[in-house]
């Protein structure tokens, strides 16, 4: 790997290994879209008005749906000359005026989401939901295995980073009957997001072996859930007012090139799939992501046990049919792994609020309280031994209105 001359960039999960995307605004300035490298952002529309990188204008817009749309060739090739641009000595002098401290902008939404799907592809998690939810009935319902489970989200309320969540009020059960009020189950989801680029038209598939021509990058997701309004709602259409008031993705979109070396063996899957669903090569990413609860590390759940792979999920999506839009956002559903300290929701952490947790400050959680704080990280292995950051996802809780 080529060494980064930006000030301590080299030696970061953030050197020219990763170079995320995302979309900046400084205090008096326009939206412009940038590249992260060490703790600066470089500036991706004055790199382009300069002619030191060529994307047809397609950086020079305010959020990255333009540069979604180009593919696969083109992203690499972008990708190539900002390595190029932040490594030789000799394109210094031009790109240094383009790199603006992280402290000195406001991270905002990197892209317009098109649809918003959210899947349920972690065995784990949904045996644990299931034995929490429907308790006495077998852990998996009996399509589990056999089709990747997701719903349809609401892609208007997914939030940048830091946006305030307000606690959602809403219907739940009650011994009396239905109630209406704050939610008293405020819960989280960690799960990785799969952004989609390339479009496809009304009536098409996307076979296992096209994700990587579709699906541009990853960004962290954390997909807020009232779990006291979800398990009243839920049955039979799926989640609804639960999930829709805010989902929050980190201000990263990590492109699918730096993640070339955490790619892994994806767990066999027994039975068989349909045909649709198969995969030459059956890989998942070895992200290792962290909760951090009011800043107290409550867990650590692994993606790379995932049962359904992003190649899996991008199929089923499409098999019937129904097209992508450039900004489709498919999350991953929970990541839990097998122990308590790496899953990937409180209502697991602390089983359904049955076994409270401590936090650092002596204080204890079942679910969230108005003011807590919750930063989800995420790390993949990258080349040489370097290690790739997939940015945070944070967000605090405020009282409903
Ligand atoms: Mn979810």
Redesign the pocket.
């Known amino acids: 790997m080529t060494t980064c001359w930006v000030p301590g960039a080299a030696d970061t999960p953030y050197g020219v290994q990763t170079l995320p995307y995302g979309a900046f605004r400084r205090s008096e300035g326009e939206q412009r879209l940038g590249v992260r490298i060490g703790d600066f952002v470089l500036d991706l529309r004055g790199a382009e008005d300069a002619d030191l990188i060529l994307a047809g204008g397609a950086l020079s817009e305010s959020t990255l749906n333009a540069f979604l749309t180009l593919g696969r060739a083109q992203w690499t090739t972008v990708r190539r000359r900002i390595v190029e641009l932040l490594t030789e000595a000799e394109h210094r002098a031009a790109i240094e005026p383009l790199l603006i401290p992280l402290a000195e902008v406001d991270l905002v939404m990197p892209f317009t989401v098109g649809d918003y799907v ?1 899947f ?1 592809s972690s065995e784990q998690h949904a045996s644990n939901v299931g034995q929490i939810f429907r308790p006495g009935q077998p852990l998996l319902t009996p399509n589990w295995r056999h089709l990747p489970i997701g719903y349809h989200g609401r892609a208007g309320t997914v939030v940048v980073s830091g946006t305030p969540i307000v606690r959602p009020s809403g219907q739940r059960r009650s011994s009396d009957g239905p109630v209406f009020g704050p939610s008293g189950r405020l819960d989280i ?1 960690a ?1 990785v997001g799969f952004v989609v680029g390339v479009p496809t038209v009304l009536g098409d598939r996307v076979p296992t072996d096209r994700f990587a021509d579709h699906v541009f990058g990853v960004t962290l997701v954390n ?1 807020w ?1 009232a779990r006291d309004i979800q398990a009243w709602e839920y049955q039979p259409l799926g989640p609804f007012l639960g ?1 829709s008031f805010a989902t929050s993705v980190s201000p990263w979109v990590v492109p699918l090139e730096a993640l070339d070396h955490a790619w892994v063996p994806a767990p066999a899957q027994d039975p068989p799939v349909l045909d649709y669903l198969r995969e030459d090569d059956r890989r998942g990413l070895d992200l290792s992501i962290v909760v951090e609860w009011n800043g107290t590390r409550v867990s650590e759940p692994p993606f790379a046990g995932m049962y359904w792979t992003p190649a899996q999920q991008l199929a089923h999506l499409t098999v019937n049919g129904a097209s992508l839009r450039t900004g489709d956002l498919y ?1 991953s ?2 990541v839990s792994g097998a122990r308590r300290d790496q899953v990937g929701s409180f209502l697991e952490l602390t089983w359904g609020g049955t076994e409270p947790i401590k936090l650092d400050d002596g204080s204890e959680r079942t679910f969230l309280e108005d003011g807590d704080t919750v930063t989800i990280t995420a790390t993949a292995p990258g080349p040489a031994g370097s290690t790739v950051g997939l940015g945070d996802v944070t967000g605090t809780v405020h009282p409903a209105r």
Request: no cysteine; aromatic share 10%; proline share 0%.
């Open positions: 959210d349920y989801e799960e997909d859930s999930k999350a559903g929970t």
